[in-house]
């Protein structure tokens, strides 16, 4: 491991030890948060399926975390394993199943959530020439794919890998965005990646604070300066890593930048990016955010 991430790995757990008091708070707060937060938030990034990852490891825990995010306004969930890099096609096979079984297990507690198949995918230059690449889009719409990059790899990197997806004509999706960035001037390498048609994604535990406060400076940033299109859960469990942060920061973006850009955030551009649009195509909204209400 080089120096500069011995330095951010130690930094990290500082965060998350200062994030953890604050989670302790929050979960005081029984996923309530203190406003009325949106009944129709859609989460396109969660590992609620159960014993595929390092998310739930059973369809009780699944059943407990579709509660919660039942609780915080969630009503649309696509489900987002990590995809391994290899042996891709007999895990993306075995996830369709597992999300069938859980879609069942929802249904029959009467947890009125609608489940979607989607992955979290590790950026890495096999994926270009994978033929089942479409497979792994959010919802198989054949367009939006969450990537994270793995650890230590520079934005500008990022933007050698995406370039080729771009020209496939795929969207990629950077998941939790604010974790590649280890200082505010690095936010200045951005644009470029949103030029290139990237969009990203921000986690709401980090907009809260649980990430620690650098985390949280740098994720309001995103979402001050119209560089955030989406916040997610990333929710791996219903204590620890879960969906309470998503009302909370719900309304933290409701104090940042408004009523309408908030909804943008949580409810309006992932419901475009199910169906496989881009977000200038609000107009044609269609299904999926009616069905939430
Ligand atoms: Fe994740």
């Known amino acids: 491991m080089d120096r500069k991430a011995e330095v951010l790995n130690k930094e990290e757990i500082l965060e998350r030890e200062e994030g953890a008091k604050i989670l302790d708070r929050t979960e005081n707060l029984n996923g309530n948060s203190s406003e009325k937060v949106s009944p129709a938030i859609i989460d396109l990034h969660c590992h609620i399926l159960p014993g595929i990852d390092d998310g739930s490891r059973s369809n009780e825990q ?55 198949m989607g992955f ?45 997806l771009r020209l496939d004509g795929y969207i990629p999706i950077l998941a939790h965005v604010e974790r590649f960035i280890s200082s505010e001037s690095e936010i200045k390498e951005l644009p470029k990646l949103v030029d290139l048609g990237v969009l990203l994604q921000v986690n709401a535990a980090s907009l809260v604070g649980i990430a620690g406060n650098r985390t949280k400076k740098i994720a309001e940033t995103l979402v001050n300066s119209n560089l955030a299109h989406l916040v997610a859960s990333d929710a791996h469990d219903q204590k620890v890593r879960s969906y309470l942060p998503m ?3 719900y309304d933290s973006c409701r104090r940042l930048v408004g009523e309408e850009k908030t909804q943008e955030l949580f409810e309006i551009n992932p419901a475009l990016i199910l169906e496989g649009k881009t977000l200038e195509e609000k107009e044609q909204l269609a299904g999926i955010k009616k069905e939430s209400f």
């Open 247 to 249: 009302a909370l920061a």
């Open 120 to 164: 979290e995918i590790s950026l890495d230059y096999s994926l270009i020439t994978d033929k089942n690449l479409s497979n792994y889009t959010l919802n198989q719409n054949g367009k939006h794919l969450l990537c994270e990059l793995p650890f230590g790899t520079s934005l500008k990197l990022a933007e050698k890998m995406f370039y080729p």
């Open 62 to 116: 699944s059943l407990e975390m579709a509660k919660q995010a039942l609780e915080n306004g969630i009503r649309t969930i696509c489900a987002t394993p990590h995809l391994p890099p290899k042996d891709r096609d007999n895990f993306y096979q075995r996830a369709k199943l597992i999300l069938k079984e859980t879609e069942i297990l929802t249904k029959e507690q009467n947890l009125n959530i609608q489940l979607y």
